[in-house]
């Protein structure tokens, strides 16, 4: 279908991936390539956007996680075919900061939902798509939560599910890259900006043959 390449930034709380999604786009732009910079839940498409609220918003308990997991996915349906398949047939490459490895992560690891219905959940939603490229940005759980503390806004649902919450789908995200290793490459987020943003740059080089001026 697609002609240009989807790719993806996952990872806990507070490990950067937005600012890295934004240096990539600007480095693939300085290679000739144009990216369009997206996001989950959300990214940019009007419905999605409102079940984003429904979920980074609120009391932590207001979803049980089957709930959690469909609302996800309607957001994550609603952004593929309003966002990204679009780009993807213009020959546009898109930039998301979390797929559906994040539900996985969040809703399997974190939450207890079972492997096998978030896996049929993604052949529902998303079918035999896959994006070429997944870059796990990994941080300890509790450096990620006190980066993220710093960002304040009312965005914090998750921010607020507890620290083994968070240790859980940290081994989750490392535990999917282990899998998956062919899709999957884990980038150690701890050090300064510039250095992951090369690291990044290097992965993308090599796993998509871009060359970076
Ligand atoms: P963020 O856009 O600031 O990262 O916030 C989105 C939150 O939603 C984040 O805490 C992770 C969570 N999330 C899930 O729990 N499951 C999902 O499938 C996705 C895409 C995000």
Not at 76 to 94: F, K, S, Y
Request: hydrophobic share 40%.
């Amino acid at each position: 279908m697609a002609s240009g390449r989807f790719i993806t930034l996952e990872g806990g709380e507070g490990a950067g991936k937005s600012t890295h999604v934004d240096l990539l786009i600007e480095s693939l732009d300085a290679a000739g390539i144009t990216a369009v910079k997206s996001q989950e839940p959300g990214g940019g498409s009007a419905e999605a956007e409102k079940i984003r609220a429904l979920l980074v918003e609120g009391d932590v308990g207001r979803w049980d996680p089957v709930a959690e997991a469909l609302l996800h996915s309607a957001a994550r349906r609603d952004h593929l075919v309003n966002i990204v398949w679009p780009a993807l047939e213009l020959g546009h490459w898109v930039v998301s900061d979390r797929f559906a490895d994040s539900t996985m992560a969040y809703q399997g690891y974190g939450h207890g939902l079972d492997r096998a219905a978030i896996e049929q959940l993604y052949e529902i939603t998303v079918g035999d798509f896959r994006p070429d490229l997944t870059i796990v940005l990994d941080l300890p759980a509790e450096e990620g939560l006190k980066r993220a503390g710093k960002r304040g806004g009312n965005e914090d649902r998750y921010e607020r599910m507890g620290l083994d919450f968070h240790e859980r789908l940290r081994d989750g995200f490392l535990d999917i890259a282990r899998r998956e290793p062919e899709r999957c490459v884990v980038i150690d987020a701890r050090p300064p900006r510039e250095q992951v943003q090369a690291a990044i740059r290097d992965c993308v080089a090599e796993r998509l043959e871009v060359e970076f001026p």
